[in-house]
Structure formats: C-alpha cells, structure tokens
C-alpha cells in the first residue's frame, strides 16, 4: 500500500513563528502537493513539486514556501504563522499524472 | 476540469448497497472519473476511477452512462465505516496535476 506520512496530526503555534510541516512518501513518487482544507472551500492546492528540487505555485502560493531536497520529502514552511493559516493541511503523492494518495493530514492551530 | 454536480446528503441503511450519483454533463474526453472519500478528520481516500467502461474493485463498483454524463458510485454492503464525504473528480491526466474536491455528498450509514 502506498503510504504518504504528515510527521504530525495537531500543532499548536504562535503567531509570527516559523512553521515546518514535513511530509514523507514510500512509493518512489515523482509528484508531491500540499493543499490546505477549510469549511466550505474544499481543498486548495498551495504548492506542489514534480522532482526534485523543483517546485510550482498552486492556486493560494501566498505565505507559504516549500522544499523538496530528497524525491520522498516534501516540507510545506509558514515564514511568518498568522493567524488566517489556521487549516488542516493535507500532504499528497502520485507518480506521473495518475491517481492521488493523501497524508491523514496536519490540523494547525495559529494562536 | 469538467464541473460535477452532488447531492449534499444521502442515507443509507447498514449492509444496503449505497448508491451515490455524479452528474457530469460538460465532461471532455478525455477526462476520467475519480471518486475519494474523506472519513472525518482524516487525508481523502482514493476509492477507483474510470473513462468509459464500469469498473470494479475490493472497494466499490463505478457505472458510468454511455453518453458519460453522469455516474454511479457503488458500495454493495454499506458499513458503518463508510459514513463519510464522497467527492466525485473529473480530471484529464495530462493537466496541470492537482485534483479538484468540490463539496461532496455526505453519506451517512445508519444502524
């Protein structure tokens, strides 16, 4: 089974602090997204990568930067956490243009 | 992306069969249907998808009519484990890689 792994399911930050969200696949994926879900808006992509090192600014980029140093880890980064980033965040992988698999997810809370 | 039009909601009884319906009436073709569901509080989950023929898996059955405008999701003996929001994608594999959830149908199993 493919298994894509978010290192946490709740944290708790502090507006202004940096935020890393890390997330780990075991398929040998080319491709990694980060979206973010909130009530009512569905699912937003916020940035995704299609190798390593490279990444593309999905539809809400603002805010947020990311990192692909290896080809199963994809980090999500919040520079500076305000309090309007307050989402569940939602890792995935798929290998060329098929099928997404989804992290259980990261529900952050910027106090 | 074509659009897809839900129900909101539907019920079903435990070990009925739930069907859940998809309308797609602008579908290219090129473009596949792909259902997931999101348990509550948890990353959405790939359940099977298709472009023309019905197709069956371990999970669900999906019917897609001759003309592809609408399709059926197909839990044969629903349980309690499948209450969840059913999102039904109409994606063409060679766009720009993300996935878009809209709002969903909220299946819930009842005892």
């Known amino acids: 089974d493919v298994k894509v792994t978010q290192s946490s399911r709740y944290l708790v930050k502090r507006t202004g602090e940096k935020v890393f969200l890390e997330c780990v696949q075991d398929m040998d994926h080319e491709n990694m997204f980060w979206y973010r879900q909130d009530p009512g808006l569905g699912l937003r992509l916020i940035y995704f990568s299609y190798d390593v090192k490279m990444k593309e600014k999905g539809d809400i980029p603002e805010g947020y930067s990311v990192s692909r140093e290896k080809k199963e880890r994809f980090s999500l980064i919040l520079e500076s956490a305000s309090t309007n980033q307050t989402s569940m965040y939602l890792c995935a992988s798929s290998f060329k243009e098929n099928i997404q698999y989804f992290g259980a997810g990261t529900r952050l809370s910027v106090l | 992306d074509a659009k897809t039009t839900q129900p909101p909601s539907m019920d079903c009884a435990e070990g009925r069969a739930a069907n859940l319906p998809c309308n797609h009436s602008?579908?290219?073709?090129?473009?596949?249907v792909y259902w997931y569901r999101q348990i509550h509080s948890q990353g959405p989950q790939y359940i099977i998808h298709g472009l023309k023929n019905n197709e069956t898996n371990e999970m669900a059955s999906l019917i897609i009519t001759e003309d592809r405008k609408s399709s059926t999701l197909i839990l044969p003996h629903a349980t309690l484990r499948d209450t969840a929001v059913y999102y039904c994608?109409?994606?063409?594999?060679?766009?720009?890689?993300?996935?878009?959830f809209g709002t969903g149908t909220s299946l819930t199993v009842i005892p």
């Open positions: 602008t579908i290219s073709g090129n473009e596949y």
């Open positions: 994608i109409v994606r063409a594999t060679n766009t720009g890689n993300q996935f878009y």
